[in-house]
C-alpha cells in the first residue's frame, strides 16, 4: 500500500500588529546572532535591528505564523515605484523550512499591487544566496566595516513581477 507524501501547510501571512514590535525585534536579533557573530557586533547593530511601534504603523510589515507563532517577518519601505526590502527574518528554527521563502514571495505579490518596479536589498552576506535563488541580482555592495575588519554587503535588486 503506498503512503502519501504530506506537504507541510504554509503558514498564515498577515499584517503586523504594532504591539508586536518587541517579538519581530526579538526575531531580528536571534536570526542575526544565528550566524554566529560576536555578541559585541549584535550590540551595535541593534538600533537596525529595532522593530518600532512607529514602524510597524507606517511600513508594510507582514508576519508569517504557523501553529499560532510568529515564525519570521519582512517590511518594505516603499517610495513610488521603488522599494526597499527593509527587513527580512526568520526564527533559527524556522530557518531552511520554507518560511523565508512564503515571506519572499508575499514581499513580491504585494509589491506588485502597490506598482512597485524594483526592489532593492542590502543583504547579510550569509542570506546573499537565497536572495540570488529567488532572482535577485547583485548590483553593487555596500561597505559595512566593524572592528576593523572589511565587510561589504551584497547589494542585491529584483523586479517583483518576474
Excluded: C
Amino acid at each position: 500500500m503506498a503512503t502519501a507524501t504530506m506537504t507541510p501547510a504554509p503558514s498564515t501571512i498577515r499584517r503586523a500588529a504594532p504591539e508586536e514590535a518587541d517579538t519581530l525585534t526579538q526575531i531580528a536579533l536571534d536570526a542575526k546572532r544565528h550566524w554566529g557573530y560576536p555578541e559585541h557586533w549584535i550590540q551595535h547593530w541593534e538600533a537596525d535591528l529595532t522593530i518600532t511601534t512607529d514602524f510597524i504603523r507606517d511600513n508594510p510589515v507582514y508576519v508569517a505564523e504557523k501553529d499560532g507563532e510568529v515564525r519570521g517577518f519582512y517590511a518594505l519601505t516603499v517610495s513610488g515605484e521603488k522599494a526597499e526590502l527593509e527587513h527580512m527574518w526568520v526564527t533559527p528554527a524556522a530557518i531552511g523550512t520554507g518560511i523565508g521563502k512564503e515571506l519572499f514571495l508575499d514581499a513580491m505579490d504585494r509589491a506588485a499591487t502597490l506598482k512597485v518596479r524594483e526592489i532593492e536589498i542590502s543583504a547579510d552576506p550569509n542570506a546573499a544566496g537565497f536572495y540570488e535563488r529567488m532572482g535577485a541580482s547583485q548590483i553593487g555592495e555596500t561597505e559595512a566595516s566593524i572592528d576593523g575588519q572589511v565587510r561589504k554587503l551584497p547589494r542585491l535588486r529584483i523586479d517583483p513581477s518576474s
